[in-house]
């Protein structure tokens, strides 16, 4: 065996097993093919909990249009490229349905939202003229900019313009305007106090300016920045065991081509472990009581409609994931860190007596591996010291933190401003009390 050859093993030894990316991938196709099967012609609405919101058939097919466009970017092999053919094939009827064309033509500030999966479908080699005629009249008539939108939105909006080919998209994506100015990714999260919103904003950009990596646009910030942010937010959605959203801000190191971080090779280790263990990628909607009260058609039925979403995410992770050069390593990176770094900052967190998932994982690393981590773990212990308001403990981890050598990241700065701040605030508070 040639040096080089036996140095091509080594380094494919370390990478995350494809196989098993395409397994999962392959699991999530066929989840989709049974999600269009049962929702797609009337979606989904628990007729006794009324606490999920109804599942309407548009973003059952949207979403399952979305997964398909990602999975055409996977460097797979054929058992997913025979699942691709076979979903594109049992989606078309619906995403061109009369339900589908009657939207564009009745509500043409919609149109692009009712064309979406069609959009996708083209793009992948399913095209359809009479669709995109159509779309282009809706695209043309004065109603169409109708509707307003938040920033993320009107980015997709941008996005699915681009790419319908009817003569009324914009090559230029509209950058200045809205990639740039208005995209999520432009502006620093708030990383000590985002909402689920916030983060779902920065994932849903991240995807529309990269594409998918089938035609990415230049990030509006630089991408170590925009990287440590997502780190932020990974660490709160692996805290609040949101692993719906979790998937989507993995997407961030795949989709900028950037290598995979101790961190996020982490939280990649906590959902593979979590979909292993339940068979699926928990939602955070699915309730196991309410699953447990069904049977047949109707178990069936609320388990796809609410947890359908979550198994997609996987579904992309592990697409993007099998773009080359975008693998994760079979194990956290090692990161030069004081020793014994992870343990100081565990001790806080451990000391709430919380149980989270993610810790029982981290349990199983060694020590290497967690002190690779401890700036991961300083974010989560700032977010619930500071959630719970407990300011002097905050203020007790960041001095922790700087001696560690932890604190050169965006948390760090940011929760350096919120202590300034608050000193600031009682300072005026002790005037006003004279």
């Known amino acids: 065996m040639t040096g080089a050859a036996a140095s091509s093993m080594k380094l494919t030894s370390r990478l995350w097993d494809r196989q098993d990316l395409e397994?999962?991938?392959?699991?999530?196709?066929?989840?989709?093919?049974?999600?269009?099967?049962?929702?797609?012609e009337h979606g989904y609405a628990d007729?006794?909990?009324?606490?999920?919101?109804?599942?309407?058939?548009?973003?059952?097919?949207?979403?399952?249009?979305?997964?398909?466009?990602?999975?055409?970017?996977?460097?797979?092999?054929?058992p997913v490229r025979t699942r691709v053919q076979n979903l594109a094939q049992l989606l078309i009827p619906h995403a061109r349905s009369e339900r589908m064309r009657l939207g564009v033509c009745l509500q043409p500030a919609l149109a692009l939202d009712y064309a979406s999966a069609h959009v996708c479908l083209k793009r992948i080699g399913y095209p359809d003229l009479a669709f995109d005629a159509l779309l282009d009249e809706a695209l043309k008539s004065q109603a169409a900019h109708g509707r307003e939108r938040v920033p993320h939105r009107m980015l997709e909006q941008e996005w699915l313009r681009e790419h319908c080919g009817t003569g009324t998209g914009r090559t230029d994506f509209r950058r200045r305007a809205f990639a740039g100015r208005y995209s999520a990714l432009s502006f620093p999260l708030d990383l000590?106090?985002?909402?689920?919103?916030?983060?779902?904003?920065?994932?849903?950009?991240?995807?529309?300016?990269?594409?998918?990596?089938?035609?990415?646009?230049?990030?509006?910030?630089?991408?170590?920045?925009?990287?440590?942010?997502?780190?932020?937010?990974?660490?709160?959605?692996?805290?609040?065991?949101?692993?719906?959203?979790g998937g989507e801000v993995l997407l961030s190191w795949p989709l900028t081509g950037d290598s995979w971080s101790p961190a996020a090779v982490f939280a990649f280790h906590v959902l593979t472990s979590t979909e292993d263990a339940a068979g699926f990628l928990?939602?955070?909607?699915?309730?196991?009581?309410?699953?447990?009260?069904?049977?047949?058609?109707?178990?069936?039925?609320?388990?796809?409609?609410?947890?359908?979403?979550?198994?997609?995410?996987?579904?992309?992770?592990?697409?993007?994931?099998?773009?080359?050069?975008?693998?994760?390593?079979?194990?956290?990176?090692?990161?030069?860190?004081?020793?014994?770094?992870?343990?100081?900052?565990?001790?806080?967190?451990?000391?709430?007596?919380?149980?989270?998932?993610?810790?029982?994982?981290?349990?199983?690393?060694?020590?290497?591996?967690?002190?690779?981590?401890?700036?991961?773990?300083?974010?989560?212990?700032?977010?619930?010291?500071?959630?719970?308001?407990?300011?002097?403990?905050?203020?007790?981890?960041?001095?922790?933190?700087?001696?560690?050598?932890?604190?050169?990241?965006?948390?760090?700065?940011?929760?350096?401003?919120?202590?300034?701040?608050?000193?600031?605030?009682?300072?005026?508070?002790?005037?006003?009390?004279?």
């Open 23 to 40: 397994a999962r991938l392959c699991h999530a196709l066929d989840i989709a093919g049974r999600a269009i099967g049962r929702l797609a």
């Open 47 to 78: 007729p006794d909990d009324k606490s999920n919101d109804p599942v309407r058939p548009e973003k059952v097919i949207s979403e399952t249009a979305i997964l398909l466009l990602a999975a055409s970017t996977a460097d797979s092999r054929k």
């Open 192 to 245: 000590l106090a985002c909402s689920r919103d916030d983060i779902y904003a920065f994932t849903h950009a991240m995807m529309y300016v990269t594409d998918f990596n089938l035609a990415p646009r230049r990030l509006p910030r630089h991408r170590k920045t925009i990287l440590a942010e997502a780190e932020a937010a990974l660490a709160c959605c692996l805290d609040n065991e949101d692993y719906d959203l």
């Open 282 to 434: 928990p939602a955070p909607i699915t309730r196991l009581d309410r699953l447990n009260q069904l049977d047949g058609d109707s178990r069936t039925d609320y388990l796809l409609a609410t947890a359908y979403h979550t198994i997609f995410v996987m579904g992309l992770l592990c697409a993007a994931a099998l773009q080359p050069g975008r693998t994760p390593p079979r194990v956290v990176p090692a990161r030069r860190a004081v020793r014994g770094s992870a343990g100081r900052i565990l001790s806080t967190l451990d000391a709430d007596g919380r149980k989270t998932h993610w810790r029982d994982q981290f349990a199983q690393l060694s020590d290497r591996e967690r002190d690779a981590l401890a700036g991961f773990l300083l974010i989560i212990a700032l977010r619930r010291k500071t959630t719970e308001r407990d300011y002097a403990a905050v203020a007790g981890l960041l001095r922790e933190g700087h001696t560690l050598g932890l604190t050169d990241m965006p948390a760090g700065s940011q929760t350096a401003e919120l202590l300034q701040r608050l000193a600031t605030f009682s300072s005026l508070a002790s005037r006003q009390s004279a």
